[in-house]
Nanobody, 128 residues
Framework: QVHLVESGGGLVQAGGSLRLSCAASGRTVSSYRMGWFRQAPGKEREFLAAISWSGDRIYYADSVKGRFTISRDNAKNTEYLQMNSLKPEDTAVYYC?????????????????????WGQGTQVTVSS
């Protein structure tokens, strides 16, 4: 079993930056895909980014490409999401996820059903 805990959320002005972290415990996630999703009030959960276990394959949603950067540190069992140039429409609860099965390509990683473990989420609020 993998337990994921997000941190780093908060309130930031438009144009600002935040760095989210997702710490895994229970077992090592060095062989897992890791990803980030978000859910705004009244909307469905939205895929943001995913990174392969080795970091050699990375996928981004168009809505965050060029502004957000996903990374991981397998030695620390942690993944990160650096968010720059934040906009009010980025306001949401942000979730990290871990996937233990092979899943290649944007379409597969963007599907919620391809992820095995989820964190509880961290709130990000961007003021205008």
């Amino acid at each position: 079993q993998v337990h994921l805990v997000e941190s780093g959320g908060g309130l930031v002005q438009a144009g600002g930056s935040l760095r989210l972290s997702c710490a895994a415990s229970g077992r090592t996630v060095s062989s897992y895909r890791m990803g980030w999703f978000r859910q705004a009030p009244g909307k469905e959960r939205e895929f943001l980014a995913a990174i392969s276990w080795s970091g050699d394959r990375i996928y981004y949603a168009d809505s965050v490409k060029g502004r957000f950067t996903i990374s991981r540190d397998n030695a620390k069992n942690t993944e990160y999401l650096q968010m720059n140039s934040l906009k009010p429409e980025d306001t949401a609860v942000y979730y990290c996820a871990a996937g233990g099965y092979y899943c290649s390509g944007y379409g597969c990683n963007a599907a919620m059903g391809q992820w095995d473990y989820w964190g509880q989420g961290t709130q990000v609020t961007v003021s205008s």
